[in-house]
């Protein structure tokens, strides 16, 4: 099971951290992404963290502002976003995946509840 939480509301530059722990299993035994879904709008892969290199993906809009990390020993997997913009709200899933670079919803085996972002400009 996946637990998600963080979400929040923020004026435009804000950050906030969302959090993806994971109870039954391992998440360093998984890859592990965020995904977002706004309103009318299909759900994005927003970010990911490989299981053995952890290296990271970023979708282009959010590069250099989002940061995903782990921490093993809390078996908790991260989403830093910082200088948030209204075009960020939406409801952030976290997702487990034993593909090694999972990039798609469908490569996904466990999904997190979600956690609502509101950027407000």
């Known amino acids: 099971q996946l637990q998600a939480s963080g979400g929040g509301e923020v004026q435009s530059g804000g950050s906030l951290r969302l959090s993806c722990v994971a109870s039954g299993f391992s998440l360093d035994e998984y890859c592990i992404g965020w995904f977002r879904q706004a309103p009318g709008k299909e759900r994005e892969a927003v970010s990911s963290?490989?299981?053995?290199?952890?290296?990271?993906y970023y979708i282009g809009s959010v590069k250099g502002r989002f940061t995903i990390s782990r921490d093993n020993a809390k078996n908790t997997v991260y989403l830093q976003m910082n200088n948030l913009k209204p075009e960020d709200t939406g409801l952030y899933y976290c997702a487990a995946s034993r593909v090694a670079g999972a990039r798609l919803a469908g490569e996904y085996d466990y999904w997190g509840q979600g956690t609502l972002v509101t950027v407000s400009s």
């Open positions: 963290i490989r299981k053995n290199d952890r290296t990271t």
